[in-house]
């Protein structure tokens, strides 16, 4: 027997070669499992890597206080506790709502102070009685519990609020066939080759993996540039999520959510539909889960990939040439997964368009997270201090989504330096009298560190290979270019702050290390303050001429309208990787020249 006591398993995943190894040819036959399991007696971490072609442990450490993902086993026990309690079934009777129809969402809430070695979680009541065919849409506000999943008892009752319930919302099958069809097909099959898990598409090559807690990610990305086959990145993956809450009171100025450290992006994967989330000429691809029972299962479909339209490409007409135009049609390619956690659901996608950029998108939708208020409408003069009700009754709260992608660039090879571009007024002089010339401005990142938007100078970063440059001996690069901005508006003395430091910064870089792949912590929901980033770049490790790792945190800030209720129409954020000198022409023109 490998384990005498009974564990839950909160982590399985294939483990990741040393970057070293993998480039020096020595991992293509390693089968390694990571596994992070928990002794349900004591609440004890451990982590495990399991051989899996000799069937053996290499290795096994504990990692106390340490607090894992939530569980489907545990959300499941202590949903359960919560609704058996005879206290919330008094709550809910005093409120005269039937307690066979109490429904509850479980929020991660990690140690918080409460008791050392034991884990939490705090449920947040609902109220599902038929026809009602989404619980979100009825809060049973100020019924809440921290659940101790330690013992699977309530370690506080939270039950000081009556608020009226929502009234029930039932979707109507009203006909859909208002537009004529629009069908996507293409009669000699997809440009898409799909071997393993390898995709090659147009002028791209890249492997991909869903992982439990990252989500879909990439490995591998190549690009063919000036008729050569280069390398862009070595893996990119969504680092962590971060959704607070600007709402006040006892009962909501705690919530926020680590989507992807606290609950897992893959772990809570679900299939695309053909025709609804993505069109009729997608290849479904399959991915592999494993529950807290160590059980794997197999979600037919969670990831799709597609060719797509992407309009004009680029177009010009000579006016002293009549009828002498040139231009071309574009197309992109979308590999993209659905993750639904809690209320939200997130469409994460990667797009490759032809000219060699990576676009970075992620859509949200969902139902916006509601909160119970006394009155169902505004004073009929009101204008400042109208509320944003979404229905009678229900207030969606302003709430924001931050996202960061660890990006590993190997900018046509491994050993790359980090830039930040201004562009800036050129000093007024002889042949700038009038102080309207401006140009970019590109200056060195000497050691890791953390740096701000300034909007004023059109601010972008750059990673660039010196030793690798273009027919005009520029170095090859490619740049992040900002497309959405949030900025935190945690103040410095709330708890939670420093426990999301990766938010307070939009770019972030520092020298590769293997074990360096979350922005908040491997475990954020322990809590432990100024984890992941902060340290990363504590040590302030040089970065010229070497494997560069950049970190970027985008997001949006969301305030809602009863138009997004009771579903939301998909928000869209995201950035892009652009190559910047790293064509010696635009490669979608075809010139006699041929390659430089």
Not at 158 to 186: C, F, G, H, S, W
Not at 212 to 239: A, M, N, T, W
Request: charged share 20%; hydrophobic share 35%.
């Amino acid at each position: 027997m490998l384990f005498p006591y009974e564990i839950e398993f909160a982590i399985i995943r294939a483990q990741e070669p040393k970057k070293s190894e993998w480039n020096a040819g020595l991992a293509s036959h390693q089968r390694i499992a990571y596994v992070a399991l928990v002794k349900s007696a004591t609440n004890l971490l451990m982590e495990v890597l399991v051989d899996l072609v000799k069937g053996s442990i290499i290795s096994k450490s504990d990692l106390p206080s340490i607090i894992p993902p939530e569980t489907e086993r545990e959300e499941k026990r202590a949903k359960e506790a919560f609704l058996k309690d005879p206290r919330v079934i008094a709550a809910y009777n005093r409120r005269g709502l039937n307690p066979i129809y109490a429904q509850c969402e479980l929020w991660a809430i990690g140690a918080s102070g409460l008791s050392p070695g034991k884990h939490f979680l705090r449920a947040i009541a609902y109220y599902q009685e038929p026809p009602a065919e989404y619980y979100d849409w009825r809060p049973v506000e100020g019924l809440q519990a921290i659940i101790d999943t330690s013992e699977m008892v309530i370690y506080t009752l939270l039950d000081n609020e009556t608020e009226p319930i929502a009234p029930v919302r039932r979707i109507l099958n009203v006909p859909t066939n208002i537009l004529k069809p629009l069908l996507i097909t293409q009669s000699q099959g997809s440009s898409i080759r799909v071997r393993g898990q390898q995709i090659q598409w147009y002028k791209w090559k890249l492997m991909y993996s869903m992982d439990p807690i990252h989500g879909l990610q990439l490995f591998h990305v190549r690009y063919q540039g000036d008729c050569e086959e280069r390398p862009v990145l070595y893996k990119i993956s969504i680092s962590e999520m971060l959704v607070p809450y600007g709402a006040e009171g006892e009962q909501w100025r705690w919530r926020r959510a680590f989507d992807a450290g606290e609950y897992g992006l893959g772990l809570n994967a679900s299939p695309s539909i053909i025709g609804q989330d993505v069109p009729e000429n997608t290849i479904l691809l399959n991915c592999t889960t494993s529950d807290s029972y160590g059980k794997s299962t197999e979600i037919a479909g969670c990831i799709a990939a597609y060719e797509r339209d992407a309009g004009l490409l680029y177009k010009h007409t000579e006016y002293t040439r009549p009828g002498q135009k040139n231009g071309r049609r574009g197309r992109q390619m979308v590999l993209s997964s659905i993750s639904t956690v809690g209320n939200y659901d997130y469409i994460y996608e990667y797009i490759l368009h032809m000219d060699g950029t990576l676009q970075v998108n992620v859509r949200l939708t969902g139902i916006p997270l509601p909160r119970g208020v006394s009155s169902k409408e505004n004073d009929a003069t009101c204008i400042e201090s109208c509320a944003t009700l979404v229905n009678d009754y229900l207030i969606a709260p302003t709430h924001q989504h931050f996202f960061n992608y660890r990006m590993d660039l190997d900018v046509d090879g491994p050993e790359n330096y980090a830039i930040q571009v201004d562009v800036t007024n050129d000093p007024i002089g002889p042949d700038n009298p009038d102080g309207g010339a401006f140009s970019p401005k590109k200056k060195i990142i000497h050691s890791e560190t953390a740096r701000d938007y300034n909007v004023r100078q059109s601010r972008s970063w750059q990673v660039i290979n010196a030793q690798s440059r273009n027919r005009f001996y520029t170095p090859r690069g490619y740049a992040i270019k900002p497309l959405d901005m949030a900025y935190s508006f945690s103040y410095s003395q709330n708890p939670y702050t420093p426990q999301s430091e990766f938010t307070s910064h939009p770019f972030w870089v520092t020298a590769y290390k293997d074990e360096e792949q979350a922005a908040a912590s491997n475990f954020p929901r322990t809590g432990a303050p100024y984890q992941g980033l902060p340290e990363f770049i504590a040590d302030k490790q040089p970065l010229q001429n070497t494997d560069v790792v950049a970190w970027y945190t985008f997001g949006l800030t969301h305030t809602t309208r009863p138009g997004e209720w009771p579903f939301m129409n998909v928000h869209n954020a995201g950035f892009s990787l652009v190559p910047y000198n790293f064509l010696s022409q635009n490669s979608e023109v075809p010139l006699k020249a041929g390659c430089p």
